[in-house]
């Protein structure tokens, strides 16, 4: 049964309504990573893996939520809404987001289930959030706008799950469009779409199934060195804010008044800004090799230069290198763990995972994971 039909059965089983069905997906981001809290461009798209959910009025002010992944039951009232632990708070917070917003809620049941991996940075829980906006949005006729949505979904992320995120993963899994990435300026949210034509290609994700513990502290140390670097740089330049604003000539003149380490971790911000305005104009012009050479460059940038890495990650890197199949690689995400993306043919898959399966098995003694997946539509109402 697929995923969409379980959801359906579980629901009416459950609530005895018939809901309303809601797909939200995931997603990766091809190139730009460390950008966005820098006030830069990212490239992400949406994904072929989702959390479905459904809906229905329950006539009451209690919500009562269903995950069907960890088989779980939640209530909680409209009138009392507090962060608790665990998934729940995706739901709360958005319920809290559009109560906030003067929104006009009653009590509902939600029934959600999904085939995004949990951990692998594919933003599950941005899906999820994007997921109960529209679908509460849809079922009390409030008819908000997808970039309100979007902004609701951070902020829940913010006050109710305690994650001082940017906006790219919400923006992506909602705005997606089917074999399109989204040139994203996270500054002013202005974007333009382009096309994904991979051909003969494909897109495959190997997660590392690892997460060091230091990838929290190191992120906010980037962006303590990051702003340490714009204050140097304001006192030539006083009309910059942020690393967006920095050229490289500007840094240039100001690296006798930075760490060396600031004057890097600056270095790799502009230069991977660059990296998605080219990465996009490749695309533009059907430029798949071109790509993957900007894909081995953003790697060598945050393995080297924003030191955001780690062996594993790395490991899996530098083994496509040598690969004619393979046109590129880089690690997605944070860092520290997580996925790393590839561009490689088709035809040479099976393959590939085979290979590089064993290889790291053999390397740190883990079982690989891997995923193809397929750029695809954002969050929106689906029927059986």
């Known amino acids: 049964m697929s995923l969409i039909n379980q959801i359906h059965t579980v629901f009416t089983k459950k609530f005895g309504s018939q809901p309303l069905l809601v797909r939200s997906p995931g997603r990766i981001n091809l190139i730009g990573e460390h950008t966005d809290y820098n006030e830069g461009f990212v490239l992400p798209a949406a994904i072929d893996k989702y959390i479905y959910l459904g809906f229905a009025k329950n006539a009451t002010g209690t919500c009562r939520v269903y995950s069907l992944d960890f088989e779980e039951e939640e209530t909680f009232s409209l009138n009392e809404l507090k962060p608790r632990r665990g998934w729940i708070n995706f739901v709360m917070g958005v319920a809290a987001q559009l109560l906030q917003a003067g929104h006009k809620l009653e009590g509902f049941d939600c029934v959600f289930g999904g085939d ?16 109960v906006g529209l679908g509460l949005s849809e079922l009390f ?9 979007v902004r609701y979904s951070q902020q829940a992320e913010h006050a109710f799950a305690g994650v001082n995120c940017g906006i790219m993963d919400m923006f992506a899994s909602m705005m997606g469009k089917k074999d399109q990435v989204i040139r994203l300026d996270c500054r002013s949210l202005e974007h333009f779409y382009f096309p994904l034509e991979l051909g003969d290609f494909q897109l495959l994700l190997c997660n590392t199934k690892v997460a060091h513990t230091l990838a929290e502290s190191a992120y906010n140390k980037r962006r303590e060195e990051c702003q340490e670097g714009v204050n140097r740089v304001k006192q030539q330049f006083p009309e910059v804010n942020s690393l967006r604003d920095v050229t490289p000539q500007m840094l240039e003149k100001a690296k006798g008044e930075m760490a060396p380490l600031v004057y890097q971790r600056c270095a790799y911000v502009i230069w991977e800004n660059e990296r998605v305005i080219t990465t996009s104009n490749a695309l533009a012009h059907d430029d798949l090799e071109a790509v993957g050479h900007l894909l081995y460059g953003s790697h060598k940038g945050l393995s080297e230069a924003y030191e955001v890495s780690c062996p594993e990650l790395d490991f899996l890197v530098d083994y496509t290198r040598n690969l004619s199949y393979v046109l590129g690689a880089r690690m997605m ?43 695809a539509e954002g969050t929106e109402i689906v029927e059986l």
């Open 116 to 131: 995004i991996p949990i951990g692998a940075g594919l933003s599950s829980s941005a899906a999820l959030e994007n997921g």
């Open 141 to 149: 006729e409030l008819h908000i706008e997808k970039s309100d949505l």
């Open 333 to 375: 995400g944070g860092g520290f763990g997580g996925c790393t993306l590839n561009l490689l043919k088709k035809s040479a898959t099976k393959e590939f995972i085979a290979s590089i399966t064993g290889a790291y098995l053999e390397k740190f003694g883990l079982q690989l994971e891997t995923y193809e997946v397929n750029v």
